[in-house]
């Protein structure tokens, strides 16, 4: 099995509720398993700042999917829950949105996939979910805690659990 790291937000309808479903339809237990799961995280967002605020969580799971097919289940999840990639503005808003952020200590880059995820570290609504489950864990020789303390954390504010 391989460990991977995800990312997960959402600013359209129950964002939350939304997020629960996301997370349970990627971890069905068998082929990806959870881990982790980081508390759910109201975010401003991030690229395009005239829309909702997100909320944000990352989860850690175990899978025997390849990169390619993790992608696919996650793409496929997405969907399901009503993101339709064409029709969306870049860092506009969703009903939900999944990235791979990691996949054991691979280095990958396709067309469709580039891993460790290219804006990891610029991005604090990944990186504060992602220090609460995996402060220590190093990607790309930089270890999760450090990188958090190296961006602006600024209006993001831990929800309290459902």
Partial sequence: MAESLIALGANLGDARERLYRAVAALCDGHLV???ARSSDYSTPPWGVADQPRFVNLC????TDLTPP????RAQEVERALGRVREQE???????VDIDLLTYDDVALTTPDLILPH???FERA???VPLAEIAPERVIAGRRVCDALAQVDTTGIEKLPPL
Avoid at 69 to 72: D, G, P, R, T, Y
Wanted: glycine letters at 4%; proline letters at 12%.
């Fill in 59 to 62: 989860i850690d799971v175990d």
């Fill in 89 to 95: 503005r870049r860092w506009g808003p969703r009903p």
């Fill in 118 to 120: 290219p804006r990891l």
């Fill in 69 to 72: 097919a993790l992608l696919s």
């Fill in 125 to 127: 609504f990944v990186l």
């Fill in 33 to 35: 398993r959870l881990l």
